[in-house]
């Protein structure tokens, strides 16, 4: 993934500067190489590199170290700085209601990121709708209202209607009351002029407040020309990056966003609904120089803590009962899956081993222990080394269950207390406890 790579080189780079004797020249043009070399790797525009290379590199032999500030300490707050400002300021994006389109290539993840920004405008409590109108792809129809009743989105197409511009015209009329509409289009190939002019067309019908392009991370250098292809056609308010997740390549959208002058809105970061993030340049740096993105991860388990009570302090001492894993995986299951989370974590993460089967939680399985778990005595779920055999076959005939599905449920229980208890002491104890102060977790 970008964020991996692309960061674990500018780290090294930065790590040059924490070993060196003393900063001189010397160190910062070897410094300021590793930098341009980490960036070329991932697909960043050469011209975009030497400009951000050739201003560190000015800056930091120019400029004195503000007082109480070692020269260490400021040329990596140089390099921070110019790499937020290469990156910009993010698209602003207002709470309020609005008419969004959306744009890109086919295969750009533009559907999913439709599905994905109704739920992000859910959840901040406007009504969101979305409009199908990519007439284009068989399928799409499908797969967008598929989302759309799984997020209990609303939604509106007309299956077997061909012409996309009336679609977007009836359902813009259909759905006037609702706060955030989003019109999906058809994924297209820049240059095929039809499309063009369908977007175009459909760009008329409203002034839509935003007409956000997106981009595949993946993309590579072709992303530039992509951008302008769009932006001429319709006019991009501002862009979402997605697969950022998967791809070392990151470079070539984000040089795309520099080129075309625009701006990034949101980022893609899984495949899940919940993986999508309004875009923050400071926090995006700080992740890819490895600070942690503690601002995002709040934000998250805000949404989910303030739904679910889930005693982090209490998990930590090494009680860990079932009704507290149950609490967790729930609290887990809202906020996506734990990988995303814990990359945002400081350096060094909690210091715990998990692995990600360990969390691999769907719905089916969480209902399934919830009917498991009422057939057992509150004494039981508070400990449940009570839990023989016989009990076991007690538990099963009670909730009409299997005892091996009991057992399952005991031993991904003792899974995931082990788990907690390679987080109790770890290295990064000490972050934890930052963060839930931060979190407001008692
Ligand atoms: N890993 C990852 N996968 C993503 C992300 N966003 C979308 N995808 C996946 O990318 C694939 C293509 O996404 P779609 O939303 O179907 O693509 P589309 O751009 O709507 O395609 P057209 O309708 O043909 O234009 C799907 O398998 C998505 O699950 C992301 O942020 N991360």
Not at 82 to 110: C, D, F, H, R, Y
Not at 348 to 369: E, P
Request: proline share 3%.
């Amino acid at each position: 993934m970008v964020l991996d790579s692309l960061g674990a080189s500018l780290k090294s780079a930065l790590q040059k500067l924490a070993n060196a004797g003393k900063v001189d020249k010397e160190v910062i043009d070897e410094v300021v190489k590793d930098i341009q070399r980490a960036m070329i790797q991932a697909d960043v525009n050469v011209k975009l590199v030497m400009r951000l290379s050739g201003r560190i590199r000015e800056r930091a032999l120019t400029e004195a170290p503000p007082p109480g500030m070692d020269s260490r300490e400021h040329v990596l707050r140089i390099v921070y700085a110019e790499l937020v400002n290469i990156i910009g300021k993010a698209t602003p994006v207002a709470l309020e209601p609005q008419t969004i389109m959306m744009v890109g290539l086919q295969g750009s993840g533009k559907t999913t990121t439709t599905a994905k920004l109704a739920r992000y405008f859910a959840r901040k409590g406007l009504k969101p709708a979305v409009i199908c109108a990519d007439t284009y792809r068989p399928g799409a129809y499908d797969q967008l209202s598929q989302l759309c009743a799984k997020l209990g989105v609303t939604f509106y197409g007309e299956r077997d209607n061909k012409d996309a511009v009336a679609i977007v015209r009836n359902g813009l009329r259909e759905t006037a009351k609702y706060d955030v509409r989003i019109v999906d289009t058809a994924g297209r190939h820049a240059l095929e002029t039809g499309l063009i002019k369908e977007m175009k067309d459909i760009a008329a019908l409203a002034n839509f407040t935003h007409r956000f392009l997106v981009l595949d991370a993946a993309i590579g250098q072709q992303a530039s020309e992509q951008a302008k292809a769009f932006n001429d056609a319709v006019g991009i308010t501002g862009v979402i990056i997605t697969k950022l997740d998967g791809t070392a390549k990151g470079g070539g959208a984000l040089s795309a966003v520099s080129d075309t002058n625009t701006s990034i809105a949101f980022i893609g970061v899984g495949e899940t609904p919940e993986g999508l993030e309004r875009f923050d340049p400071d926090g995006f740096i700080s992740r890819l120089l490895g600070m942690g993105d503690l601002k995002a991860l709040v934000e998250k388990a805000n949404e989910v803590l303030s739904q679910k009570d889930v005693n982090v302090e209490k998990m930590m001492s090494g009680r860990f009962t079932l009704n507290d894993m149950y609490a967790q995986l729930e609290a887990i299951n809202k906020m996506g899956p734990l990988k995303q989370i814990m990359s945002m974590l400081p350096l060094g993460g909690l210091g715990a081993n998990i692995t990600d089967d360990v969390y691999k939680m769907t719905q089916d399985k969480l209902l399934s222990y919830r009917i498991i778990m009422d057939s057992m005595t509150e004494a039981e779920k508070e400990d449940p080394k009570l839990i023989g055999s016989s009990r076991i076959m007690r538990i099963a005939r009670g909730s009409g269950r299997s005892p091996e599905d009991v057992r399952e449920l005991l031993k991904y229980h003792k899974m995931m207390q082990k788990a907690m208890k390679g987080m109790k002491g770890g290295p990064g104890r000490a972050n934890l406890k930052k963060l839930m102060k931060q979190m407001n977790i008692k």
